[in-house]
């Protein structure tokens, strides 16, 4: 298979020499084929193809040359079907195709006329001047009467070249004609599966902008074919042909533009003659008008125009200089030309194959097994910047470690840049003290709020002289003991009611831990306020009042409500603080009272009593609340202070390595340069300046800008169990609510609208109207269905299908939320359930759909 | 609703009836009655198309009465529109047997209604209480927490939740109170204005000179808050429309800031004093019975349409005491069977057994409630067996302790 480009170059230059000619092409075959040569593993495939085609073709097509079909194979790379189809239409008989069996159209009529007329008339070449134009031609020209040629173009679509070469009179090309026509069955062929679908009249208009000319791929009878006589033969023509254009040249710019011609120059000048070569084994049907046209600013076509010559020899050859080679050719010699040809042969069949993609090497060659140069040159960079994090990362990093810095790392660009830093290794590195959140629970006026005003006033959280002003402030309302309780209700609402309304959220430092009290309010109509400060503890200290009638109303209310919420919300570490010890003279029967009275209600609750812990003190005084109580009545207790007792409380186990999960408790201006600031616990993960985060359910996105920590010092990074202010950037304040969720892009949790879960009944429970929680979050649901009643111990079922859950009782039940946003929920995510203002229960997400 | 003319045979229930629906909540009603099967007859406005021949047509809208046996009903809530669609069953010169159409019933226009089944009792119950226009409380009322309320119309027999604001309010905290008393302003600024626009414009619709009472509902003292906040701004803007409604506000104390919050509203003394009505309040009042007997499992309360069936053959919903609770959906149902099957438990109930039977509005709160119960409900004169499946009594109170519990 020699390079048939390479060749017609080298002859027309004029190497008469058969010595020299062979030569020549020896050395270009050898020059040019140094990459394409076939490998050994092509001709065994070759070798193969050949057999498999020969059976394929069975002996109908027995005469079909070896290296046709070689040729075919090369063409469809090896593909047995496609030179199968390729050859069988090559090879077969040239009669189908003008019989047509469709009923005779107008057109048909018309094209039957042009074709019979062709042989007859003066032996005019027509000039194809490229499929596109045709088309266009078809029902523009149709209309100006010009039926007959705008027929013969028709037919000539449809049948292909292959049936005007037939028609031909110029008998002289049969010394080539083999091969030219084999060059034009095959184009023929795929014409006809181009134009298979398209409609006789109203072509549509997108089929007529796209299609470009199909230039000829000449076979040149290269293939061994060739002959002195041809090559002559040759040389002859061409010499005709640069007569023939260079009288055309002189002859165009002298006459004046035809009517009909120049309409179709009017269709041509779009399609750019240069890219529509003249196919020389077709014979163009136009009256030779065609080129009295001025001619359109390209020379080529010009050039390429055979003038007729009604007297003169014909004998044609390809033009072999003009031609562009064959796409075979093209593939071996790798000829700049044939880009835009298999561009279009692919566009015209669809399916062009990958050249080479069957071969051994290519498949067995993985290119993308080992990292590009460009990425090496990342890699190296990005070493080199890390260098310093690389230092501190820890040998024995886990797979989940590594998940979580992968998942730090999908940082998507802003304006914000991030340090990229590894988290969780920082914080482990940083030796920074425990971090425990603490929620201060219990009934209403039993002193939670001055019992916390009275540890940060003596841990020296605030100084004296805003203590003192509050004192006096309370003291012109009359209201002096609430000074300390100040501390923590700053509303003027809350002052002047004396009630806690909503969380506050204060931090302080021990030695060995940095704490943030979550002060809770202790009235009824609050607690999804005080649910909010529950689902970000680690503990809770529950503070009961030791006077007795102020005990037994707690223990019917917010006592009992808040151990319960606690106790459902997963939180098992509870100080029981004895509060106002002072008005009862530190009695140690009274303390001992409400302990039993309080333990039998936390067994009945189902808590682990080794997790409890009771401590007697007195906020309003501070006994016994960071210092030893000086009263003597108190000498018979030896245990820790409420300061010890909060230190000896280990947090609960951080999950670090999860994907972030933060509940946001607090939307605020931070400041002039932070215009959109967000505060609250992160339950899960690690977060660092520039991470994108998404709200839910908003579902919108935003990037952190800067971090700062309940002290109010800047950090560039925070942990879970953390409670840090996060200053946001790119989101607009209305997609961020109280008790919204933020999670990682990259791990976002679903919006649930109907669930499953395990209920601890605190009421009776119905199918009925619950508000449901997630922390501050809550929306409207449905109990549909009561499933089951459950063991508490073992989760079995005891009873299907209740009519009512009993306090107390565990059940399955079916939840469906009303709205349409859902809740923000995973599996093992706790609830609480209530109704009417009170807690009817707590439940434990088991599915959802 | 006004009742025009009434041709109902008392023994067979066949005839029909002229309405003249004159308020919003008319509509509500007329939704209730409409029956797919029904015919109905109103003034319609319909295009109609004329061939003029050669190809040429006009077409021209033109009102005529039309009668159509109903195929499906569409109430829009929020507008209070009803649609009927239908079929034609009434030929006239524009328009053939059997076309569709769709009318839209409106205020102060006429609508025939009749039932090709007959006015069943509870059609007629339904009708003659529609047409009660001695009882026309409303009320406007607001349940409200921190940075969020609702706005919420009360009429007899709907609860229609008319706007929803929320502003989001900072937190209090470290530097930060100067924010949130600003936040509470502009909550309150944006609440009053919402609501001004929503009361003022349903006066406008009404054009009644009558002020129409405001409830404020919501824990803690919000609503306090709020009401010292319009009493302020009445003052200092001088705006007549609110110095006259002051007056009329009451506070209500609801454990939380949704709509169904307002069933412990509407049951307050606060609320029954306002209200003329009683008709919801006892219906909220025989729900919490209900729910008291469920809570006591003294076996004299079911629920559930199995149950009720099972309850009403045992006669255990009859005199002295037994109260059937069904919600209006049940006979809204399209399924006519179905319909029929909760017409006959109702008469049943009332003319057997001499039961109660109360009809709560699927659009009120103790309406809303029956229905998470399946929409029916019964409280019964004497305890039925225990339903359930029978269950194994493990007193495991005590054993607890040192296992882990499954929550």
């Known amino acids: ?849 | 609703m006004k009742l025009l003319r009434q041709q109902i045979e008392a023994k067979t229930g066949a005839g029909s009836a002229t309405l003249l629906p004159e308020e919003p909540e008319d509509m509500w009603h007329a939704y209730n009655l409409i029956q797919p099967t029904d015919q109905i007859r109103a003034k319609a406005i319909r295009r109609i198309s004329k061939d003029m021949g050669a190809g040429a047509v006009t077409s021209q809208r033109i009102a005529l009465d039309l009668t159509i046996a109903v195929t499906s009903t569409d109430f829009d809530l929020a507008s209070n529109e009803l649609h009927v669609a239908g079929r034609v069953v009434s030929e006239n010169e524009h328009v053939k047997l059997g076309s569709h159409h769709t009318l839209d019933l409106e205020l102060n226009r006429k609508f025939t209604l009749e039932k090709v089944d007959g006015w069943d009792s509870v059609a007629v119950g339904m009708l003659s209480e529609a047409c009660n226009t001695s009882s026309r409380a409303e009320m406007w009322a607001v349940v409200m927490g921190e940075g969020i309320a609702n706005i919420c119309l009360i009429t007899e027999h709907q609860t229609v939740l008319r706007n929803r604001v929320e502003v989001a309010v900072p937190r209090k905290g470290k530097g930060h109170m100067e924010q949130h008393n600003k936040g509470l302003e502009k909550f309150h600024n944006t609440l009053l204005g919402t609501l001004q626009r929503d009361m003022e414009g349903a006066k406008r619709d009404a054009q009644t000179e009558k002020t129409v009472p405001l409830l404020l509902a919501s824990a803690g003292f919000y609503a306090q808050a709020f009401l010292q906040f319009i009493k302020e701004y009445a003052v200092r803007s001088g705006n007549k429309f609110l110095q006259a409604l002051v007056p009329s506000i009451v506070i209500a104390h609801s454990a939380g800031e949704h709509v169904h919050n307002l069933a412990e509203v509407l049951a307050s003394p606060a609320c029954t004093a306002k209200l003329s009505d009683a008709k919801f309040t006892r219906e909220t009042a025989l729900m919490d019975t209900f729910m008291k007997h469920m809570r006591l499992e003294d076996g004299r309360a079911a629920y559930g349409p199995r149950e009720i069936e099972r309850a009403v053959e045992s006669g255990a919903v009859g005199r002295g005491g037994g109260v059937l609770l069904i919600s209006n959906t049940l006979f809204r149902s399209h399924n006519l069977a179905e319909r029929k099957r909760w017409v006959a438990l109702v008469d049943r109930v009332k003319e057997v057994e001499g039961g109660e039977v109360r009809v709560l509005s699927s659009l009120h709160e103790s309406g809303k409630r029956l229905e998470a119960l399946g929409s029916i409900a019964a409280i019964l004169t004497y305890p039925l067996e225990e339903m359930d499946e029978e269950e194994e009594d493990v007193a495991n109170g005590v054993r607890a302790n040192d296992e882990e519990m499954i929550i």
């Open chain 1, 1 to 849: 298979m020699p390079p048939k480009a390479g060749f017609s170059r080298a002859k027309t230059v004029g190497y008469d020499d058969d010595d020299i000619y062979d030569d020549y092409s020896e050395e270009e075959y050898v020059g040019e084929g140094e990459g394409e040569a076939m490998s050994e593993e092509d001709k065994e495939q070759m070798a193969a193809g050949v057999i498999k085609v020969r059976e394929a073709l069975g002996s109908e097509y027995s005469k079909v040359k070896e290296v046709d079909i070689q040729d075919a194979l090369w063409n469809y790379y090896y593909d047995v079907g496609k030179s199968v189809t390729f050859l069988k239409n090559k090879y077969a008989p040239k009669a189908p195709a003008p019989a047509k069996p469709k009923a005779v159209s107008r057109f048909d009529q018309a094209a039957g006329a042009a074709d019979a007329k062709t042989p007859t008339s003066t032996g005019k070449h027509m000039l194809i001047c490229g499929t596109e134009s045709t088309a266009r031609a078809m029902s523009n020209l149709a209309i100006d009467g010009e039926g007959e040629s705008i027929a013969s173009l028709c037919e000539t679509l449809r049948d292909g070249l292959a049936a005007m070469s037939r028609e031909t009179p110029f008998t002289e090309r049969t010394a080539r004609s083999q091969a030219s026509s084999c060059a034009s069955d095959y184009t023929s062929a795929r014409t006809k599966d181009f134009f298979w679908d398209v409609p006789w009249g109203n072509v549509p208009c997108s089929r007529l902008a796209t299609i470009t000319a199909q230039p000829a791929t000449h076979k040149g009878g290269l293939l061994g074919g060739s002959s002195k006589l041809a090559a002559l033969a040759a040389k002859r023509k061409q010499k005709q042909q640069e007569e023939a254009a260079a009288k055309a040249d002189a002859a165009a710019n002298g006459l004046a533009a035809d009517k009909a011609v120049a309409l179709l120059d009017r269709l041509n000048i779009r399609d750019k003659p240069a890219s529509a070569p003249v196919r020389d084994d077709t014979k163009p049907r136009y009256p030779k008008k065609r080129s009295e046209t001025p001619p359109p600013p390209e020379p080529a076509p010009v050039e390429e125009e055979p003038i007729p010559e009604p007297q003169g020899i014909r004998i044609e050859f390809p033009n072999l200089r003009a031609k562009q080679p064959s796409m075979f050719g093209a593939i071996l010699c790798g000829s700049p030309q044939d880009e835009p040809r298999n561009q279009h042969v692919e566009s015209a069949l669809n399916s062009f194959p990958l050249p080479y993609a069957n071969a051994k090497a290519f498949t067995d060659a993985d290119p993308f097994s080992k990292p590009s140069p460009d990425d090496l040159v990342r890699q190296a960079q990005a070493r080199s910047a890390g260098a310093p994090k690389s230092k501190t990362k820890t040998k024995g990093s886990t797979d989940g470690e590594k998940l979580a810095e992968s998942v730090e790392k999908l940082v998507v660009e802003t304006k914000v840049k991030s340090k990229n830093l590894n988290v969780v290794d920082e914080y482990r590195n940083c030796g920074l003290k425990k971090v425990a959140n603490f929620v201060v629970i219990g009934h209403v006026d039993h002193g939670k709020s001055t019992l916390m005003g009275r540890l940060l006033y003596d841990l020296k959280v605030v100084d004296e002289r805003s203590v003192d002003k509050l004192r006096q402030e309370a003291e012109t309302i009359g209201k002096s003991s609430f000074a300390l309780a100040w501390l923590m209700d700053q509303t003027p609402e809350e002052r002047s009611r004396g009630v806690t309304v909503d969380i506050a959220t204060v931090p302080f430092e021990t030695e060995q831990t940095s704490f943030t009290i979550l002060d809770a309010p202790g009235h009824r109509d609050f607690i999804p306020n005080m649910i909010a400060g529950v689902s970000q503890a680690d503990f809770a200290v529950l503070v009961v009042d030791a006077q007795e009638n102020s005990f037994q109303s707690g223990l019917k209310g917010q006592t009992k409500e808040h151990a319960l919420i606690v106790r459902s919300m997963g939180i098992q570490r509870l100080i029981v603080a004895v509060n106002k010890m002072d008005t009862v003279s530190w009695s140690k029967e009274r303390f001992d009272k409400v302990r039993q009275a309080t333990t039998a209600f936390f067994e009945t609750a189902s808590f682990s009593l080794k997790n409890i812990t009771f401590i007697p003190c007195a906020g309003l005084t501070g006994d016994n609340v960071t210092k030893r109580v000086a009263d003597e009545n108190a000498e018979w207790y030896s245990g820790p202070t409420f300061l010890e007792a909060l230190e000896a409380s280990e947090p609960k186990p951080r999950a670090l390595e999860r994907p972030l999960r933060l509940t946001i408790n607090d939307v605020f201006r931070g400041s002039g340069q932070n215009p959109l600031s967000i505060s609250g616990q992160i339950e899960a993960g690690t977060l660092q300046i520039g991470d994108v985060v998404l709200a839910l359910p908003s579902r919108e996105t935003a990037t952190i800008k800067a971090i700062e920590l309940p002290d109010g010092s800047p950090a560039d990074w925070a942990v879970a169990g953390q409670i840090p202010t996060l200053h946001l950037v790119d989101i607009d304040v209305v997609h961020l609510r109280l008790g919204d969720l933020l999670c990682a892009p990259t791990a976002p949790v679903r919006l649930v609208k109907s669930f499953t879960c395990k209920m601890l009944a605190f009421e009776h429970v119905m199918p009925q109207f619950v508000d449901v929680f997630r922390g501050k979050q809550q929306a409207t649901g449905l109990i549909t269905a009561l499933a089951s009643i459950l063991d508490k111990n073992t989760g079995e079922v005891t009873r299907r299908k209740p009519r009512i859950v009993r306090p107390g009782e565990v059940a399955r039940v079916r939840i469906e939320l009303e709205g349409s946003a859902g809740l923000p929920l995973e599996v093992g995510g706790r609830i609480v359930l209530r109704d009417g203002g009170r807690t009817v229960g707590a439940g434990l997400l088991e599915s959802y759909t």
